[in-house]
């Protein structure tokens, strides 16, 4: 079949692409190895936010009565569990992705046709039989998991397999301390599991201002988990009797630590595998991700490639503007580029982390910094809702007063730097952020406290602003 555009790949890259190209007026198909919505509908952040969500919610089951409510223990029905999150899944596809619209505009869609891959550089073909021709493509295939060429990597498992279990493990490795790491351990050790976490470097969530990952490490011991940094090299995985045990070694000495599962956490690669690049003459870079220029084109001027397949921020939302960037021109020519981006990220573990701009540490390398932390054990909604572990760190520039960074740890951490992200969009310093009246008490509204903190650093003698907190 020929037509304008082919889209690889629907999940956020892909939707959106296909919406866009369509849009644009474009003939256009879109198919996938899997279901409509890709990895972030199916099995990455909406499933996984839905057990984060279970977890949230038996935390708070376990506060009740702080507050005078009695009920009992709280006990996880984890098929149950399952099937809310298959609901979940199949709501979001249905309503959020509003594949009824994509069809609506004359995109076809081929749901789970098979992998693709280049038979010659306009013509796919995919596993399932299909066979398609286009004058462009657009290569939105995502990601998958990082194996390790360490003996017995077989036996350990990835966050996707958490969808297979009928029960809550009693024990469970965690090897990875980054963003998909701590997310899976968080939720287990919620669910009653016997965590332990495995980083191979210093600190876990390395990518995170130092304060960050010292406070969510520390909060993770607190709740019972074993939390080991630096913890040596992986010599192998074998199976146990009740499970698999890892052995690793350190400065020569050899040690091991045995669990009922083993969950691997150790990157994110592209999934290009099926593809046949080469036939296509669709360059990678050393770490096999797709390389594109500033309009998202590949080495092959006709071939365009959007989300994580391109290796650069890994999130929904960048693969969301990278799709309409890559589609544009694909239909339009190279006339857009994705410009400076405010990204924020964070993660939805125990407590909560977010990011919003440079870390302490890079902050300082470039700039004169003022920096100012709120701990949330001072601000009323935290008090009210009896969640005082955690703080936000704003860093601000000491001559201009420009926000660089905000990071938070604790409750809401994620939706307070989405404030802080709008605020660096706006090009906003920090005197400005503390004269914008924030609701009370809400936790958004620590922002203003902090802000006010950075303020009078910059300007010691500033007119003292009334705070209702
Ligand atoms: C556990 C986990 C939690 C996450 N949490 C968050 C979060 O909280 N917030 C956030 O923003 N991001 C999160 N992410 C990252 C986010 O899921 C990705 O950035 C996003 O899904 C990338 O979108 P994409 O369209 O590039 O690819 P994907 O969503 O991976 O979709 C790609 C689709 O292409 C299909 N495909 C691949 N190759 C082929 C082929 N050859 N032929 C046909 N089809 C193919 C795949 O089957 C897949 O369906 C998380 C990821 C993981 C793993």
Redesign the pocket.
């Known amino acids: 079949m020929k037509t304008d555009i082919i889209v ?7 939707v959106v692409a296909a919406r866009s190209a369509a849009d644009l007026g474009a003939r256009t198909t879109l ?4 279901e409509f919505g ?3 509908a199916n099995d ?2 909406v499933p ?2 839905t057990l984060a969500h279970a977890a949230r919610l038996m935390r708070e089951a376990r506060q009740l009565g702080e507050y005078g409510i009695v009920v009992g223990q709280p006990v996880l029905e984890y098929p149950r569990l399952l099937a809310r999150v298959a609901k979940v899944a199949n709501d979001v596809r249905t309503h959020s992705l509003r594949r009824e619209y994509l069809e609506s505009l004359g995109v076809t869609i081929y749901e789970r ?1 098979g ?3 280049f038979v010659d550089p306009h013509t796919i073909e ?1 596993t399932g039989g299909l066979r398609l021709q286009a004058d462009k493509i657009i290569l ?4 998958t998991s990082r194996g390790l060429p360490v003996p017995g990597f077989e036996l350990t498992a990835t ?1 996707s397999d958490a969808w297979g279990l009928t029960s809550v493990p009693p024990s469970m490795l965690v090897v990875g301390g980054g963003a ?1 790491g701590v ?1 899976v351990a968080s939720i287990f050790n919620a669910f009653g599991s016997q965590v332990q976490l495995f980083q191979a470097g210093q600190r876990i969530l390395p990518t995170e201002d130092e304060d960050v990952s010292a406070a969510v490490a520390a909060a993770f011991r607190e709740s019972g988990m074993v939390v080991r940094e630096g913890f040596g090299r992986i010599e192998s995985f074998e199976k146990t009797r009740s499970g698999v045990r890892m052995n690793f070694s350190k400065d020569g000495k050899r040690d091991g630590v045995e669990a009922e599962i083993a969950v691997a956490a150790v990157g994110w690669i592209a ?1 290009t595998e ?2 046949n690049l080469a036939t296509a003459g669709v360059e990678v870079n050393a770490r096999g991700f797709v390389c594109v220029d500033s309009y998202l084109r590949t080495s092959a001027r006709h071939i365009f490639a ?4 391109t290796g650069r921020l ?4 960048q ?1 969301t503007q990278d799709g309409l960037v890559a589609a544009t021109n694909a239909v339009l020519g190279t006339i857009t580029t994705l410009g400076e981006q405010v990204s924020p990220i964070g ?2 573990t125990e407590p909560e982390y977010a990011q919003v701009g440079l870390t302490e540490v890079k902050a300082r390398e470039k700039h004169e910094v003022v920096i100012a932390v709120m701990r949330f054990d001072e601000t009323a909604r935290t008090i009210i809702d009896g969640r005082t572990n955690g703080f936000c760190k704003l860093i601000a520039n000491r001559k201009s007063g420009a926000i660089l960074g905000c990071h938070v740890v604790g409750e809401r951490a994620v939706e307070i730097v989405q404030v802080v992200a709008i605020a660096i969009a706006a090009g906003m310093q920090v005197d400005q952020l503390a004269r914008v009246p924030l609701s009370f008490p809400t936790y958004a509204g620590i922002l203003v406290r902090a802000a006010y903190r950075a303020a009078e650093q910059i300007h010691p003698n500033v007119s003292r602003q009334a705070h209702r907190e």
């Open positions: 690889v790949g629907a999940g956020p890259a892909g198919i996938t190895r899997d890709g990895m972030a990455g952040p996984v936010r046709a992998t693709a891959h995919a939105c295939g995502g990601g966050h998909t997310q999934d099926g593809l959007a989300g994580d397949i890994m999130l929904v939302p693969a993660s939805f």
